[in-house]
């Protein structure tokens, strides 16, 4: 009873209707009444969300991507909704709260950071990259929703022969929304400028080589434990949309910290207020 009142209490104030699920086909507007298309236990983990836009994210995700309860909590965990919103404006940061996550040009389909737990490599001292690409494949579905929307995997050192050498893709994937090809380079270590401009031969590749005439350009992400923005920056150029550095973590940010940051990326963008 106390979780039915509490329920209540969240969903029977919040305003959602048609500044939110009028964009699903089919979902009614305020005027018709609020549809609920989760379990209630979806709903036990979305109502103890206080920020109204971070749980209207967390709700269409789910319902877009038929998440699990377990999926849902981990992509809570994972402060999902906290990575997105940091490497968008004002403006994307509330299309997430009234859409989810939009997978509409190359930046879209990139997280920075990539949080992979879910390899157990913290346990390791060390480990290699041979070792790390070993694990993606091995929990392939779970990397595969830590992507996001619309990906396939094509497959692992992906060989290709150009000027009588040989070169190997570390991970190929395809997104099927963007309609090109996705390719991973793993490094374990800090991101030097020589492996950004490997990834661009690779990309270039794919794209002169590969990819059908009507398919997009090729992307490519570079998934390092340690990256200097500032020689990214100068090593790719200027109207770069093809190639980008992530980082990814073995163990789940704090929240907390990714919370502060974002309120103060959101004072940024407001001229100094804090929405």
């Known amino acids: 009873m106390k979780n039915i009142r509490q329920f209540y209490k969240v969903y029977s104030t919040d305003q959602i209707g048609e500044t939110v699920f009028s ?3 089919n979902l009614p507007a305020v005027s018709t009444g609020r549809k609920f298309f989760l379990s209630w236990s979806h709903y036990l983990k979305l109502m103890r969300i206080d920020n109204l836009d971070e749980r209207h994210f967390y709700e269409i995700e789910s319902v877009k991507n038929d998440w699990s309860l377990s999926e849902l909590k981990r992509q809570y965990n994972s402060a999902l909704y906290e990575r997105l919103a940091l490497s968008a404006d004002k403006k994307e940061v509330y299309r997430l709260a009234q859409e989810g996550q939009k ?68 991970l190929v994937f395809y997104n099927r929304l963007l309609r090109c090809f996705v390719l991973f380079d793993l490094k374990i270590g800090e991101l030097k400028h020589q492996d950004i401009g490997q990834m661009q031969m690779y990309v270039h590749y794919y794209d002169r080589k590969v990819k059908l005439p009507d398919e997009n350009l090729t992307i490519g992400i570079l998934l390092c434990r340690e990256k200097n923005n500032a020689i990214v920056e100068m090593t790719l150029p200027e109207d770069n949309s093809q190639i980008f550095a992530s980082k990814y973590e073995t163990v789940l940010p704090s929240k907390e910290d990714l919370k502060k940051l974002l309120e103060e990326h959101l004072a940024d963008e407001d001229g100094g207020e804090i929405l």
Do not use: C, W
Request: overall charge negative; glycine content about 6%; charged content about 30%.
């Open 23 to 25: 964009q699903f086909e």
């Open 103 to 170: 997978i509409e040009a190359p930046k879209d389909a990139v997280k920075d950071p990539y949080v992979l737990e879910f390899l157990g490599l913290r346990e390791l001292p060390e480990y290699s990259e041979n070792e790390l690409e070993s694990r993606i494949i091995d929990h392939l579905q779970q990397f595969l929703l830590e992507l996001g929307t619309g990906f396939a995997f094509v497959g692992r050192q992906v060989r290709f022969t150009f000027d009588e050498e040989h070169f190997m893709v570390d």
